[in-house]
């Protein structure tokens, strides 16, 4: 009998000491049996392990305890992962039902295998529901693979990306092992158990390189001088009581562009540390699933990655499941790569006559002292993928099971960013260099402009993935210039681009196509100048929001009109949440939406969000309309989101940053409150005409 998790384990066990036993009595004779006693390093936050596992069996046991520091339920899923990201085996540690405040529960453990028959960098996946930042549980785990790093990972959090160290075993000795980077770094370790006066630093071969000294506040902190001797060396820190919170630079913080940002890679064991920082990615796909028709060929493109900083070799090989090898195989069997530089790799492949799956792995194996090696995996299956039909909603989205992998979904069009389409239905992408447009059946980048000022040729860098179209179908977007802001516009399809000038500094959006919109020449632009902050209430920012007209003139030239001052205590503007329209227009009526920061003490419900029309032929502003309040209040997060549509009515869509969406209505002339079940007052809709 396999545990799926430890509620159901419950059922069958009156102790954990028995269901040991048990777990025991199910994994080969050495492995797990002569380890089950051997203390497990307790860990705060999430993440998981990779393991660079050998021909054989894999098991992984996990062990959590609840906290109870706060009433949220905390239930432990772990997922162990194949090198392709096929989930092998899962468990489930339930929440231990013990009341806030209450103190540490006990001890829950789980155990997942798998026979690995292709060896490679097999995963641990954790992550605990109600806690992404792993601060109410502690986990650990044990394993028969004597080669393994942790890879400390949290949710999201709005701050500077760091991924601390989190160690909870009070009373017991642990080391964290790393490797230093060869710049500039700091040690910074809280959260010292009292009577702890030092923590010795060891290099690889056990020399002591110092020892950081601890204050009476049980901290400690030491700034390393840059040293190019350590690179790609380990170094470990000792607690002989292991409990404390530690950030190393380059290892649990970085700085932009270093060798390995946000890898944070460490090991409480420097036996177990394998080549992963310089290997990482080494091979991309992780797996591709394709459908064909019968002795149809096609080719699987797959992306080689040298994450070092030093040229590498790679060799290709082809593995398949006994003696069912099928017509597949690698034109390139071995790629030299620059450092910090990628290379693509097809499999060609062939359907064949009898049959309706085949399945094959493509190896990557480095040429060098490391020896690392890893593969992907191909299915090929006879007919359409379903994601050629129309799919059973609702999509079950769960780990690992990406389109591709659930509904054989291979598009042929870049994903670089959403794809916008012209008057005339054809597509275009915005790429980190450029714009991608579809033209005589291929997908063909502009990367250069004309400045229209100086006629000076400027790479185009996009500001925003935005892009819209006029009446005329001429194409724009934004785009930067040094540090000044341009309007890109095309009138041959993407073909050619001239950049105009934007006035000003800040954030820009401009009005696309969002619903009933269609634009009078080039797109209104609002300019977002950051004026004040408050560093204790950091997403709370003023802004002078400004609507900028751009005309076009018979030349083909364009102007930026006067800046109309909009508001002067605007939020911001948070692109990165839904990309939002800011600004809707039909003929001359140009609507803008946006919110504004209040007064902390002031308690308001959320984030006021107003609408306000200015009228081209009258050349004036209207009076700001009062459409709600999104909480929570002083976020910039909430940005509103307008569109129109086919009646000339308004909508706007606010107060949907980690709250449920409530449908909303209300009309500009005749104020009707409309109350969803659960009594909440919403807004959606105001007549423009």
């Not at 980190?432 to 790479?459: E, F, N, Q, S, Y």
Request: proline share 6%.
């Amino acid at each position: 009998m396999r545990f799926r998790n430890v509620t159901q384990r419950k059922k069958y066990t009156t102790t954990i000491s028995f269901g040991l036993l048990l777990l025991a009595a199910m994994v080969s004779p050495a492995g797990y049996a002569a380890e089950k006693d051997a203390m497990t390093l307790r860990l705060g936050g999430c993440g998981g392990v990779y393991f660079y596992a050998s021909v054989g069996e894999l098991w992984v046991e996990v062990e959590k305890q609840d906290l109870n520091i706060r009433g949220n339920k905390t239930h432990l899923r772990a997922l162990l992962f194949a090198p392709d990201r096929s989930v092998v085996d899962e468990a489930w540690i339930g929440d231990d039902g013990r009341a806030a405040r209450s103190g540490p529960g006990p001890v829950q453990r789980a155990l997942l295998r798998t026979t690995v028959e292709r060896p490679g960098v097999y995963g641990l996946n954790i992550t605990v529901t109600e806690d992404r930042y792993g601060e109410n549980v502690s986990w650990g785990f044990k394993s028969n693979c004597p080669r393994f790093l942790i890879e400390t990972s949290r949710g999201h959090k709005d701050a500077r990306h760091e991924e601390p160290i989190v160690l909870r075993n009070t009373g017991r000795q642990g080391d964290v092992g790393f490797m230093p980077p060869a710049r500039a770094f700091s040690i910074d370790v809280s959260g010292l158990a009292k009577g702890v006066d030092g923590l010795p630093v060891y290099d690889a071969d056990g020399k002591k390189m110092m020892t950081l000294a601890v204050s009476a506040e049980g901290k400690a902190r030491h700034d390393f001088d840059a040293d190019k001797s350590r690179r790609a060396k380990l170094w470990r820190l000792h607690l002989n009581d292991a409990q404390a919170v530690i950030n190393i630079d380059g290892v649990t913080r970085w700085q932009r562009g270093e060798a390995w940002e946000d890898i944070s890679l460490w090991t409480p064991d420097l036996s177990s540390w394998f080549a992963f920082h310089q290997n990482r990615w080494l091979l991309t796909p992780y797996s591709r699933k394709v459908y064909a028709d019968a002795a149809s060929a096609g080719r699987v493109n797959f992306a080689l990655h040298n994450n070092s900083p030093a040229p590498k070799r790679v060799k290709l090989s082809l593995e398949f499941d006994g003696d069912a090898a099928w017509p597949a195989e690698l034109p390139n069997t071995e790629v030299e790569l620059k450092a910090n530089s990628s290379a693509q790799v097809p499999l060609e492949y062939r359907v064949p006559s009898k049959g309706d799956e085949w399945k094959c792995y493509v190896r990557a194996t480095a040429l060098d002292e490391t020896g690392f090696s890893t593969w992907s995996s191909v299915t090929l299956r006879r007919g359409v993928a379903p994601a050629m039909s129309p799919l059973k909603v609702p999509v079950k989205l769960e780990p690992y099971r990406h389109e591709n992998e659930q509904f054989g979904y291979l598009p042929e069009y870049p994903l670089d960013n959403q794809v916008y389409f012209d008057m005339k239905n054809r597509p275009f992408v915005v790429s980190g260099d450029g714009v991608l447009a579809l033209r005589g059946g291929a997908w063909v980048k502009t990367a250069k402009a004309h400045r229209g000022d100086t006629d000076r040729v400027i790479p185009i860098l996009p500001l925003g993935t935005k892009i819209a179209f006029d009446r005329d179908n001429d194409v724009y977007l934004l785009g930067r210039d040094g540090s000044s802001t341009v309007l890109l516009c095309s009138a041959d399809q993407g073909a050619t681009f001239t950049a105009w000038p934007v006035p000003g500094s800040g954030n820009f959006d401009i009005e696309q196509f969002s619903g009933h919109n269609i634009i009078n020449g080039p797109p209104p632009v609002a300019r977002f100048h950051q004026t004040a902050s408050n560093p204790k209430l950091i997403w709370r920012r003023i802004n002078d929001l400004d609507l900028i007209l751009p005309a076009k003139k018979p030349d083909g030239s364009i102007v930026m009109g006067e800046a109309q001052a909009i508001s002067k205590k605007c939020i911001g503007l948070s692109a990165h949440s839904g990309i939002p329209s800011t600004i809707v227009s039909r003929e001359d009526k140009v609507h803008i939406t946006w919110g504004e920061a209040t007064l902390p003490e002031a308690k308001a419900p959320g984030v006021p969000t107003f609408v306000a029309t200015y009228n081209r032929s009258a050349g004036q502003l209207g009076s700001p309309a009062l459409v709600g309040y999104g909480p929570p209040a002083n976020d910039v997060h909430n940005s509103p989101c307008i569109t129109i549509d086919s009646k000339g009515y308004l909508h706007v869509l606010i107060g949907t940053h980690g709250r449920a969406f409530k449908s909303q209505i209300q009309s500009r002339f005749y104020p009707l409150h409309v109350r969803d079940t659960t009594g909440n007052v919403c807004w959606l809709s105001q007549k423009s005409y």
